[in-house]
Every structure is written in C-alpha cells, then in structure tokens.
DNA sequence: ATACATGCAAATAGTTTGCAAGAAG
DNA sequence: CTTCTTGCAAACTATTTGCATGTAT
C-alpha cells in the first residue's frame, strides 16, 4: 500500500480548497495555485484532489452538469446548485443528517455514502432576470 | 418554438426506457434497440433521451461515476448505486418526499428539483465477496 | 413545401494514465 | 537508493454538434 509522501503542491491544494468557500472544480484550484507553482500540471492537480477525497480530507461533488466540484466540508449537508450561474450554496436541514441511517435499516446492503443535491434558480439570478424583463 | 414531430426511433427509445428496471444508460438503450433500427446512431439516442427528459417523460440520474442513467420513474424516490457493480436500486423512502418543500421553505431562491443518491456496496457484491474470502 | 429528425463523423469537455525525470524518506 | 510524486502529453469516456439527407405534417 503505498506510503504517502509529502509534497508542496499537495499542500497547496488542500489549503486551496480548505479556504475556499466556493466549491472550487479542478480547473479553478489549478488556476488558483498557478502563480506559486507556475509549472503545475492539471493532472497533479487531479491525482491530489481524487487523493484527498479518497483520505476523507475534502469531499467531492458531482453536479451533473459541468465539472466536478470540491467541498472543504465533510460533515453531513447538501447543496442547491443554481442551473443557470452554476453556483453552489451549502444548505443545513438537520432533519434530514440521519436519512443514511433511516436508509440502511431497511436497506440490504452496506451503505457508505449519500448525497442531496437540490436544483433551481438562486436569488441571484431571479434578480438580474427581473432586471432584463423590465428592462 | 420546436413542433415536436413523430419519429419511430423517439417512440422506440421511450419504449425501451419505460419498460426498464435497470436504469438504462444511453449505450444500452442503444444497444437495446439497435435490433430495430440497425442505423441508429448513439447521436440520434442521445438527443432523444434528453428531450424526453426535458418533456418530463423521464428522468435522467446523474452517478458521478460513469455514464448517466436514465429512469422511467419521474416520481420522487432516491436511488442506491452500489460502488462496485454500478447496478442502482431505487429507494423509497416516503418520509423524505417532503425535502423539496421543506428546505424550499427557508431557501431564498426556486427550487426546481432534488436529487438523492446512496453510495455504498449492495447486497450481491456483498456476498460475492464473502464466497472470494472463503476460495 | 416546410420544418423537424436522422445518421454520420468530427468536435468537445472532463478526467485519467504512461512515462521519464525529480524530490522525499 | 528506493519509492512516491511531478509535468507533460497522449489517451480515454461520455456527450454534443454541424451538416447533408430523410421523413412527418
């Protein structure tokens, strides 16, 4: 198994997503950590984010349009991706943390994971569409 | 505004993913029907299957690893796809239909749909592993 | 006739991988 | 010195698109 290995740009990656607030794809951690690596390539940029989902450190979420996009939070929520700015906003409803669990008990197989994605239109963008109507 | 017009290959494909328990992805489909049309073109099933989704016919199912699958169930229900074999089960679990209205309640924006996805291991991989263990 | 749909092939987007050279333990 | 990591480029997967031709209305 093999033993991981420090290196700068892992680190830097991680810093990336850890203070970014939001939830950057792979592409946009890449640009952000250009200027201190400026030979980085996008497939370590990959290879280390796939790597940190996989120790537990960052989460990745599917959005099912466009890229793949990155979460420094870990514990249990879900998020509302605007299917028009592509934005993604974290949403808290506590109520629903223990579905995993409510899940398994009448689930015959081993469940690791869930995720909840809402879509629709943030108060962004139902603003600045208001704005083009009345003008 | 595009007049829908009647096409075999269209009606063909609804068929195909209506009388589906396996949450088809668009290759299958393909595959599924090329028996009948053995010109089709995977463009051709492609571009169907997302206008029927855009009709409301269908859904599609975004798995965040591997091709998208597609649903003859447009009703709200979460799904399970096991990590390892990608089969994916539907789960119902009615306790969370509520979700959408719910989070819409304190979500300053439009909710237009939700996604819920189980990750995890099924049954049948479970076991097969157990037989792998004892060999 | 007109407009939508098809088949084909090429293009695109996102991500992964092989390999030689570089850095960490 | 051995193993992990990098940068680069090429490969790959899933999906979309342009265009000439075919089909429905």
Do not use: W
């Not at 994605?117 to 962004?124: A, H, R, S, V």
């Amino acid at each position: 198994m093999a033993t991981l290995k420090y290196s700068r740009q892992r680190e830097s990656i991680r810093e990336f997503v850890m203070n970014s607030r939001e939830h950057p794809t792979a592409d946009t951690v890449y640009a952000g950590i250009k200027a201190e690596f400026p030979n980085i390539s996008l497939g370590t940029v990959y290879r280390n984010l796939s790597l940190l989902v996989d120790l537990g450190e960052i989460a990745k979420i599917t959005t099912g349009d466009g890229p793949d996009r990155f979460d420094c939070n870990t514990k249990p929520h879900s998020h509302f991706i605007c299917t028009q700015c592509h934005n993604i906003t974290d949403i808290e409803a506590s109520e629903f943390d223990c579905m995993k669990e409510k899940v398994a008990e009448s689930f015959d197989g081993k469940i690791t994971g869930h995720m909840t994605t809402f879509y629709g239109i943030c108060k962004e963008c139902l603003e600045a569409k208001k704005i083009k109507k009345t003008s």
